[in-house]
C-alpha cells in the first residue's frame, strides 16, 4: 500500500463508494479515514477487513471510484 500517494487537491475530491451494493458519495479524505478506521476495527484474515482494504487502496491509488468488490 502506498503512503501519500494522492495530492491534496485530490483528498478534497468528491468520490463514490460502493460497499453492500449501496453507493454513496464522500470527500475522499473522510472516506479515507472511514475505511482506514474500519479495517482497524475487524480481524485482519475477515472479508469485512478485505472489504475495507479493496476500497481503502482504490483511493488511495486516486480513483474517482471505488468498490468492495475485487
Known sequence: MKRNSVTKEQL???????????TKSYKRSKALDFFLNGMNACDPDSSEYE?????????REG????????
Open 63 to 70: 480513483k474517482m471510484e471505488a468498490s468492495d468488490m475485487n
Open 12 to 22: 478534497n475530491e468528491t468520490v463514490k463508494v460502493t460497499c453492500y451494493g449501496k
Open 51 to 59: 472489504r475495507y482494504e479493496n476500497i481503502y487502496c482504490q483511493l
